[in-house]
C-alpha cells in the first residue's frame, strides 16, 4: 500500500516562500510519475506540477511556472515543491499524488490519472 504524508504548509506573507514535502512509502517513489495539485475553496482541484522520474521532464501550470520548482530526494523517498513569490491566489489545500504505473517519458498533469494522494497541506498566503 503506497502512502503519501505532505508537510510544510502554513501561513506565509505575499512574496515570501514555503517549501512543501511529500514523504512516500510502501514502493520507490523514483520509479513512476508523482505530482502536486491544489485545491482552492469553492473550486476544482487543478494541476500545480508533476514529473516523471522514469525519463519523463517536470511540467508546471503557467501560473506557478518560474516560482515553482518540484524535486525529490531519493535517499529519503521524499518529493519537494519550492514555493517562492507566493501570491495571495496561491492559497489552498495542496495534495501529493503518486500514479501507479507510467509510460516512460510521459508525465501526468490530470487529476484522474493519478491513484494515490496525500491528506493535503494548507497554504495561505496573505496580501
Known amino acids: 500500500q503506497v502512502q503519501l504524508v505532505e508537510s510544510g504548509g502554513g501561513l506565509v506573507q505575499a512574496g515570501g516562500s514555503l517549501r512543501l514535502s511529500c514523504a512516500a512509502s510502501?514502493?520507490?517513489?523514483?520509479?513512476?510519475?508523482m505530482g502536486w495539485f491544489r485545491q482552492a475553496p469553492g473550486k476544482e482541484r487543478e494541476f500545480v506540477a508533476a514529473?516523471?522520474?522514469?525519463?519523463?521532464?517536470?511540467y508546471y501550470a503557467d501560473s506557478v511556472k518560474g516560482r515553482f520548482a518540484i524535486s525529490g530526494d531519493n535517499a529519503k523517498n521524499t518529493m519537494y515543491l519550492q514555493m517562492n513569490s507566493l501570491k495571495p491566489e496561491d492559497t489552498a489545500v495542496y495534495y501529493c499524488a503518486a500514479d501507479k504505473f507510467t509510460p516512460r517519458g510521459y508525465t501526468p498533469t490530470r487529476v484522474h490519472e493519478y491513484d494515490y494522494w496525500g491528506q493535503g497541506a494548507q497554504v495561505t498566503v496573505s496580501s
Open positions: 510502501g514502493r520507490t517513489f523514483s520509479s513512476y510519475a
Open positions: 514529473i516523471n522520474w522514469n525519463g519523463g521532464r517536470s
